[in-house]
Nanobody
Framework: QVQLVESGGGSVQAGGSLRLSCAASGYFYSTYCMAWFRQAPGKEREGVATIDNDGNTNYADSVKGRFTVSHDNAKNTLYLQMNSVKVEDTGMYYC?????????????????????WGKGTLVTISS
């Protein structure tokens, strides 16, 4: 059974940094599309960043140049390094994984329901 567990959320002031982690277990697929989503209060869920098994990444325009997604294959852990955070980055952050998405990008993941999801970690950015 695949499990994704996020951690690293918390409260930080605008301009600061956070690193989120997503530990995957029971995931035996050699191919993957993994992603970070977020949902702010009262808003729809949105894709933030994606990475595939070849290391190709894609970002939402709102986080380009500030966030970096990476994956440690040995630890089977997905990361999201968040720098220069803004108040509008506040929200619940979820990681997701899917072995069957061929074109792993923000535009794709926002149109499909990925197979596996974590329960989320809360990020609060104060001004």
């Amino acid at each position: 059974q695949v499990q994704l567990v996020e951690s690293g959320g918390g409260s930080v002031q605008a301009g600061g940094s956070l690193r989120l982690s997503c530990a995957a277990s029971g995931y035996f697929y050699s191919t993957y599309c993994m992603a970070w989503f977020r949902q702010a209060p009262g808003k729809e869920r949105e894709g933030v960043a994606t990475i595939d098994n070849d290391g190709n990444t894609n970002y939402a325009d709102s986080v380009k140049g500030r966030f970096t997604v990476s994956h440690d294959n040995a630890k089977n852990t997905l990361y999201l390094q968040m720098n220069s955070v803004k108040v509008e980055d506040t929200g619940m952050y979820y990681c997701a994984a899917d072995p069957y998405i061929v074109h792993c990008a923000i535009a794709t993941i926002e149109d499909v329901e990925m197979d596996y999801w974590g329960k989320g970690t809360l990020v609060t950015i104060s001004s």
